[in-house]
């Protein structure tokens, strides 16, 4: 069985998710080959071919591919299948974007966040927001598969030495572009892969409160920030600081949510987290239910104390 | 333009789902049932193009049991013009319910097809991608911004590191995100209008397509339960618990 990789990178280096990704391609079969699709990527491709398990890298270089987008994407993909038995995906808005692309095209079902392989075609992933864990089973030829790397560990980065080929670009496609992005600028460890990561709430009630309130403790801690949906619509932090059923899932080390009341949807992006500390001033907020240390306590009281006593 | 909008109805989005004993599934007996948040913007989205003249229909189709009915009319009352039921008791996976939304847009050719990001039940965040495939048409995902102009739309989207805009020609298929727009409560009077709007009822199986599942579910369990947390006092009781008693500082 031969499993091939779809890359998460920036064109520039290559994402910590991948060397998660290829954990789990790597529990479905020892041939995983990884795709890089990019523009001006070679040093990703280079980085790929060193992480421990790859045996191969495609690279496949053009401005249509700069962006990922999922109709150039899917033009590469789907032909590179022939010899191929699965695809997978970091569970990225990449990844998520065009993985179920690409399984359409093969007439092939999409399974969407795994976080358990439990054989060649055996996997386990959430359903309900994380309320049931659902394993599943198939014969499809192909498989198409999205991994929600904060399951798994990341494959080493070095060790291997797999060659890399060139593969050919697909054409560009007449019905979608990009037009512009606006990244979110930050110093600060990538949501994701953060060790910690502190969030706030509606309770925050503001944007200049959210960062007042979030960035010095996330500067002392080294910590990523995040938010609950609330404080994203209420527009006191970006949109790609949302955690939950429908944002990002966080596992870090240490989650401090400040001011979230623990809505299922929520609990669903952090419950995975080691521990888990909640400071809100309503003792009987779901949140508490989760967390391994509850502070009840005005977070204009709390925080201060706290960076207080982190010296 | 006539749009096309695919709304599912799921668990309401405020019950905790409850894993069956014999572990074959979710328990949905008795349980409260709606449309599927991100359809309800999907369909506020729609009518606030019919209403601003871009769209001249919107067409809310639901793949499921006879009790969709329900979250049809809620689409109605939203400002929907008409609705079509595929009617099945069948559980059925995206790529199936992509399969049958083929069908409806060559029948009902809309230039656009709204629907939501994820349905919160399986959470697969697959349907709209595979509809895309399935016709080549492009893709929109995850939208927090829709601008019609012309053959194109341009579509704003939320991604991992923040926002990216895209243009897409049409006829197209847009997923929605949650910060697209605020869905309207629909109206006494709108609720009552809606009861005279037209429903069709098809079943499934007229459309003579192969949608038997491909996936074997095994099991169903609960999540590891997290172990019960302690209340602490200071802000320096906590400091010094995740020192020296969690490790993590
Ligand atoms: C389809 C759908 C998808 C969703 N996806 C997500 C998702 O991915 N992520 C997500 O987070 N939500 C999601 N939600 C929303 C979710 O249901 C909740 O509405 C949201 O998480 C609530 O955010 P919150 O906890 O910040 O706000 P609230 O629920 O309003 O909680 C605020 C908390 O702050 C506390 N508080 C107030 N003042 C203070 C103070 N001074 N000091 C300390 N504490 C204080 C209050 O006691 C309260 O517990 C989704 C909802 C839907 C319908
Ligand atoms: N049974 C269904 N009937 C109508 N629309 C559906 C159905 N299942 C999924 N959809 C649409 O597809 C979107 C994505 O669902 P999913 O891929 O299942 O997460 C939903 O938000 C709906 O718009």
């Given at each position: 069985m031969a499993v091939l990789l779809i890359a998460d990178h920036d064109n520039k280096s290559l994402n910590d998710t991948t060397l998660k990704v290829l954990t789990a391609a790597l529990a479905i079969s020892a041939d995983v080959d990884v795709l890089v699709m990019g523009d001006g990527a070679q040093a990703v491709a280079d980085a790929a071919a060193k992480a421990t398990g790859v045996r191969k890298v495609l690279l496949a270089q053009s401005p249509t591919l700069a962006k990922m987008l999922a109709e150039p994407a899917a033009d590469l993909v789907v032909p590179l299948m022939q010899g191929y038995d699965a695809v997978v995906a970091p569970a990225t808005t990449a990844g998520k974007d065009i993985s179920p692309r690409i399984a359409a095209k093969l007439d092939a079902s999409q399974i969407t966040d795994v976080v358990q392989v439990d054989g060649p075609k055996t996997f386990v992933r959430p359903i309900y927001a994380?309320?049931?864990?659902?394993?599943?089973?198939?014969?499809?030829?192909?498989?198409?598969?999205?991994?929600?790397?904060?399951?798994?560990?990341?494959?080493?980065?070095?060790?291997?030495?797999?060659?890399?080929?060139?593969?050919?670009?697909?054409?560009?496609?007449?019905?979608?572009?990009?037009?512009?992005?606006?990244?979110?600028?930050?110093?600060?460890?990538?949501?994701?892969?953060?060790?910690?990561?502190?969030?706030?709430?509606?309770?925050?009630?503001?944007a200049e409160e959210f960062k007042a309130v979030l960035e010095p403790l996330a500067d002392k801690l080294g910590a990523a920030i995040g938010a609950s949906r609330a404080a994203v619509d209420a527009g006191y932090a970006p949109n790609d600081y949302q955690v939950g059923q429908t944002g990002k899932v966080v596992a870090p080390a240490l989650y401090i949510a400040i001011?979230?009341?623990?809505?299922?949807?929520?609990?669903?992006g952090m419950k995975d987290s080691k521990v888990i500390v909640a400071i809100n001033k309503d003792p009987d907020a779901p949140i508490f239910q989760i967390a391994d240390y509850g502070l009840v306590a005005d977070y204009k009281t709390a925080v201060p104390a706290l960076m207080q006593a982190l010296g | 333009m006539k749009i096309l909008v695919p709304v599912k109805r799921v668990i309401d989005y405020n019950v905790k789902a409850r894993v069956k004993a014999d572990q074959t599934g979710v328990d949905l007996a008795n349980v409260k049932m709606s449309m599927n948040p991100f359809d309800e913007i999907a369909v506020e989205e729609a009518v606030r193009l019919h209403e601003k003249g871009i769209a001249t229909e919107v067409v809310a189709v639901s793949i499921g049991v006879a009790?969709?009915?329900?979250?049809?009319?809620?689409?109605?009352?939203?400002?929907?013009?008409?609705?079509?039921?595929?009617?099945?008791?069948?559980?059925?996976?995206?790529l199936a319910v992509a399969k049958l939304l083929k069908a409806v847009v060559e029948a009902e050719g809309p230039a656009l097809v709204l629907m939501g990001k994820q349905a919160i039940d399986g959470d697969n965040n697959a349907v709209g991608q595979m509809l895309a495939a399935l016709l080549d048409w492009p893709q929109a995902t995850f939208a927090s911004k829709v601008e019609i102009s012309g053959e194109h739309a341009v579509v704003t989207r939320e991604v991992d590191g923040g926002l990216q805009t895209i243009e897409v020609s049409l006829p197209a298929v847009v997923t929605v995100d949650l910060r697209l727009n605020e869905p309207r409560y629909a109206s006494l009077p709108n609720i009552m209008k809606a009861k005279k709007k037209p429903i069709e009822i098809k079943p499934a199986a007229d459309y003579g397509l192969d949608l038997a599942p491909r996936l074997t579910v095994v099991k169903v369990v609960e999540p590891p339960k997290r172990g019960g947390g302690i209340k602490v006092e200071t802000a320096a009781d906590l400091v010094t618990k995740l020192k020296t008693e969690a490790g993590v500082l």
């Open positions: 994380g309320n049931a864990l659902e394993t599943i089973t198939t014969n499809e030829p192909k498989l198409v598969i999205t991994v929600r790397p904060t399951a798994f560990k990341a494959a080493a980065a070095e060790g291997g030495s797999a060659p890399v080929e060139t593969v050919q670009a697909p054409a560009a496609s007449p019905k979608a572009h990009f037009v512009s992005e606006a990244v979110t600028a930050s110093d600060r460890p990538e949501l994701g892969a953060a060790k910690i990561v502190v969030s706030g709430g509606r309770a925050l009630g503001s001011g979230i009341s623990g809505a299922i949807q929520h609990l669903a | 009790q969709a009915q329900d979250q049809i009319r809620t689409a109605l009352a939203m400002g929907a013009d008409r609705g079509l039921l595929i009617q099945t008791d069948q559980d059925l996976e995206p």
